[in-house]
């Protein structure tokens, strides 16, 4: 294994430090460049802008440098700069808000949550100190995320808005609750899988080279299956059903390594969302704007009309090759520009160039991620790690997808650039589990404590040391089994 | 579990590489049709912050630009009423834009591509870009003349220059004014649109080039010509002219107007045209073919759409017609149905020797620093008859105002060659009545038609050579005049 390799210590906080700098250096100037494109001057708060995130940024680095010192090094500037780039493009939108007299004043709360989310993002390095530990709240997250699912149904709390049920409102601070709910399924499915991927994988019978599970053991998906038909039915809400879903088919696929799980999902999935879709007005006509979205009657229909959409595949037309500049678009001609529609507000700005570069962050973003869960030595880290990446992947698919009309439009929001306090708190908590992982995954094996373990010289140990984590995993106790399975991978 | 983690790594590549597909596809290949959608208030947006170029008559801007106050920067406004409305169009932030607002837009915006020069010019020296000015055609007199005689009846006139398919009269009533339409009071503007586009009559839609009728007997015009060109007859030929013709393979008869004779039976092919007889002509179809009618009348411009640069509707003369179908479309019934300029062109094609122009508005466009970037030059469109007969058609025409159906287009000092048209509409409403002609007959300098919907004011007592044939005159007169 290439991780007792001794030059591998690099831990990568210098480049990471570097890289931040970068990150920072992107947010400020687009922050200033959006003044300078609307009124010809920099805005005057710009150094006390600077320096607050700069603050921000900094301090989640010496929490790094302290409680994750071999964290991987790229994650962390790639999401402070789509998230100065988000906040830079909010404050633009702001801005377009107040000449047109609409409310405003979105980009001093987005400020605010970002403050929140890189203090929990924090908070979790700090608290959490081995990911494994959350292995044994692994029921615990089934019941919180169910319960998160099932909060915006509930009367008094639970909001409509523009047909979906999915927002909750307690004392004047909405927030969205699937957005937390996939982490905690995350947690769930790779604590459920990694002690039972044995039995989903191997057992069943075989059907056209297909394995397929034993009955019983389709209970678990059945139960998800329905859940995330269940969002879709009773609170309207396409998109965090199709993200809960495909979660779940792409946790399972890493566990047990069987095609048959994915078609099987997918099956289901799009058997369950055809029903939706000719049984539920509101789910249809969102695949007639798909389909037809140029055609009057669809273009003029509200609701359930492709009115929005259009508006920003014009506003991504408008863009071109180099977009517009910042400030010089109209990217809020398009409804919810600042959240659902900020690629299509990005696209205007800073044209095609700047959104592949954007989709660049994200693919490096998710690919560290993935990463991270091709190094890290646990089972459990593996699931949680692949299915926090793929989440975040998959949810920019199914956003950026939806708006360029790949495919349907949903309404989900675009991690870290779109406004939205809950989706910004959640993605820096999936950031910082990635981290706490990826300083798992890539801290050199601990020779000291493999010394100091009393059989020391006999073949127990070599093999230990051999398979890397054994020397952390000992300490903690409950997680041998994983380490069991994962040694005869 | 690393193969099913590299393999979802890889699957997680695709999404983004399909993701940066999807925004390639839209903001590159797609960019340009999405940008030139009407809808795509945006680009208006755009256009409103520069100066928008005006659309000219004579001189005299009836549609242009002034920088206001608001977010917009230009308003967009309009002189005469509702005189222009089916030559402009109308320019709106709400509502789009239509006719010439749309058709010269590339001009009128300063995006054209006779403008690159200027355009790279405007930001190599960083001045404000600005539009092109239209200059159109038009004579104001001639509009004036055909707007004041078509008054309340719902309608249109075209007036064409023979020798160059110079437009210089296009009128369809109801019209409308744009102003209303063009204001930044986005609800003013979306009331103005929705109370007009229900309006009685479809005021925005020009019927002069939108609108397809029933031709009636002004399309005798054509099966004329076809005659001739067959070269089997001369103005002089014999043609049966019964009360009423038996027709083929039904029970069905064609009649006359007014359902007596013809006033000589058999009758000429020159004074069929002239006192316009139904049962003649029908029987002159069925003996012709629909083949050589259609072959005909394409050569005048049917059966296909054009741009002037307004878009104009095809003329339709149908396929595959029976015997009973030929026969009433070769007096311009049954399924013929033209646009008003093409009835238009057809006088024209005859009264140009038989070459039929390309019609069109735009004279020159002409830069904000008043440098011509580009000029419309005459074109023939097609041969549509040999000189010969449209010689003979001509005299048959002149017969026609002389001493025939459309008397009232007489003017003192200037033979004028015309042909009537009364055209049954099917329901219980009165007839189209029409008027084609040109003048003067020597030397012609205005080829124009007229159409008075369902008789206008005169209603059932109507006929083209009663109802429209003044306003044709009125308008040769304003021509001849200037």
């Known amino acids: 294994m290439a991780t007792v390799q001794p030059h591998q210590v690099r831990a990568g906080r210098g480049v990471e430090l570097g890289l931040l700098v970068l990150a920072l250096a992107i947010a400020v100037a687009g922050y200033a460049l959006v003044g300078l494109g609307i009124d010809g001057s920099v805005p005057a708060d710009v150094i006390g802008y600077a320096a607050g995130l700069t603050g921000l940024a900094v301090a989640l680095h010496l929490v790094l440098r302290w409680r994750a010192p071999y964290a991987d090094p790229v994650i962390l500037p790639v999401a402070v700069a789509l998230n100065g780039v988000g906040l830079a493009m909010i404050y633009r939108i702001d801005i377009a808000y107040e000449a047109r007299e609409k409310a405003a004043g979105f980009a001093e709360r987005q400020l605010g949550w970002t403050a929140i989310s890189v203090v929990l993002a924090a908070l979790v390095l700090v608290l959490l100190r081995d990911h494994r530990t959350l292995r044994r709240y692994t029921y615990t997250a089934m019941i919180v995320a169910l319960g998160l699912v099932v909060l915006p149904l509930v009367p008094g709390i639970g909001q409509s808005i523009n047909g979906a049920q999915i927002w909750v409102r307690v004392g004047g601070v909405g927030m969205q609750p699937a957005e ?74 890493i566990a047990t390594e069987r095609l048959s799980w994915v078609v099987i999902g997918l099956l289901l999935f799009v058997g369950g969302a055809l029903v939706a879709a000719t049984a539920f007005p509101h789910v249809g006509a969102r695949f007639d704007a798909w389909l037809h979205p140029f055609d009057q009657e669809i273009f003029d229909r509200f609701p359930g009309g492709s009115g929005q959409l259009v508006r920003g595949l014009f506003g991504l ?117 990635l981290l706490r992982i990826s300083d798992e995954a890539r801290r050199p094996a601990p020779v000291v404590r493999a010394v100091l373990t009393p059989e020391v010289g006999t073949p127990v140990a070599s093999a230990a040391r051999a398979n890397g984590g054994g020397g952390t995993a000992g300490p903690t106790g409950g997680d041998q089994p994983t380490e069991r399975i994962e040694g005869l991978s | 579990m690393n193969t099913p983690l590299r393999r979802l790594a890889t699957v997680v590549l695709v999404m983004f590489v399909v993701l940066m597909g999807g925004t390639t596809w839209v903001q590159y290949v797609q960019a340009d049709s999405l940008n030139n959608d009407p809808r795509n208030v945006r680009t208006l947006y755009r256009e409103f912050g520069n100066a928008r170029g005006p659309i000219v008559v004579a001189g005299e801007a009836v549609a242009s630009s002034a920088p206001v106050d608001d977010a917009f920067g ?31 837009n590339d001009a009128l915006t300063g995006r054209g591509d006779q403008l690159f020069f200027t355009r790279v010019r405007d930001v190599l020296t960083g001045r404000r870009p600005e539009g092109a000015a239209v200059e159109t055609t038009l004579l104001p007199a001639a509009q004036q003349a055909a707007r004041d005689g078509l008054g309340d009846q719902e309608g249109a006139v075209v007036a064409i220059e023979p020798s160059t398919g110079k437009i210089l009269a296009l009128v369809s009533t109801p019209g409308f004014d744009p102003n209303a339409l063009a204001t930044h009071d986005t609800k003013a503007a979306g009331e103005a649109f929705s109370a007009l586009s229900t309006a009685e009559g479809n005021p925005l839609r020009s019927n002069a080039t939108k609108e397809v009728y029933p031709p009636g007997s002004t399309f005798k015009l054509v099966t004329a010509a076809a005659a001739l060109e067959s070269g089997s007859y001369t103005p002089q030929s014999p043609l049966p002219a019964p009360v009423e013709l038996d ?41 012709l073919g629909d083949d050589a009618i259609r072959t005909q009348a394409e050569r005048f411009g049917f059966n296909e759409g054009f741009t002037i640069p307004t878009v104009v509707v095809p003329s339709v003369f149908p396929d595959d017609l029976d015997a009973p179908e030929t026969a009433g479309s070769a ?65 048959m025409m002149v017969g026609v105002v002389a001493d025939g159906s459309g008397t009232a287009a007489q003017i003192p000092g200037v033979q004028v060659a015309g042909k009537t048209g009364t055209a049954q509409t099917g329901d219980d409403q009165a007839p189209h009545a029409w008027f084609t002609a040109f003048a003067p007959a020597d030397a012609p300098r205005v080829a124009v038609a007229v159409i008075v919907e369902h008789g206008g004011s005169a209603g059932n007592e109507a006929t083209g050579g009663r109802v429209a044939a003044p306003i044709a005159k009125a308008v040769i007169q304003a021509v001849l005049g200037s």
């Open chain 2, 331 to 395: 007096i311009g019934q049954r399924d013929v149905r033209a646009t008003p300029i093409q009835m238009a062109m057809v006088s024209a094609a005859i009264a140009n020797e038989g070459r039929l122009m390309q019609p069109y508005l735009v004279q020159t466009v002409r830069s904000a620093d008043l440098h011509t970037v580009d000029e419309t030059e005459p074109k023939l469109l097609s041969t549509a008859v040999s000189p010969g007969t449209a010689a003979a058609l001509r005299d």
């Open chain 1, 180 to 253: 937390f709910a996939k982490i905690a399924l995350a947690v769930f499915f790779a604590g459920y899988l990694v002690t039972h991927r044995d039995t989903l994988a191997l057992a069943g019978p075989k059907v056209l080279g297909l394995q397929l599970p034993r009955p019983r053991d389709l209970g678990p998906i059945l139960i998800v299956w329905g859940v995330s038909l269940a969002v879709l039915v009773l609170e309207r809400d396409l998109g965090t059903s199709l993200l809960l879903f495909g979660l779940f088919v792409a946790m399972l696929y």
């Open chain 2, 74 to 104: 230009y308003q967009r406004s309009y002189t005469g009423g509702d005189l222009w409305s089916a030559v402009t169009g109308f320019y709106s932030v709400v509502n789009g834009r239509t006719e010439l607002e749309l058709a010269a």
């Open chain 1, 317 to 433: 037309a408008n863009g071109g090759l180099f977009g517009t500049g910042w400030g010089s678009g109209r990217p809020d001609l398009v409804p919810y520009a600042e959240s659902d529609f900020i690629v299509a507000s990005l696209g205007e700005e800073l044209g095609l160039t700047g959104l592949l570069a954007l989709l660049l962050c994200y693919t490096i973003l998710t690919e560290r991620g993935m990463r991270t869960a091709i190094g890290v030595r646990d089972g459990f880290g593996k699931l949680l790690a692949g299915g926090l990446a793929f989440v975040v992947a998959f949810q920019t698919f199914v956003v950026v997808g939806g708006v360029t009309r790949l495919i349907p439009l949903t309404g989900l929001t675009t991690p870290f650039l779109a406004y939205g306090g809950s989706s910004l708190v959640a993605n820096w908590v999936i950031v910082a589990l």
């Open chain 2, 247 to 287: 027709l083929p393979q039904t029970t069905a008869t064609v009649g006359n107007f007014g359902g007596g004779g013809c006033g000589a039976d058999p009758i000429t092919l020159a004074d069929a045209l002239r006192v316009s007889c139904n049962t003649s002509f029908a029987q002159l179809g069925l003996d």
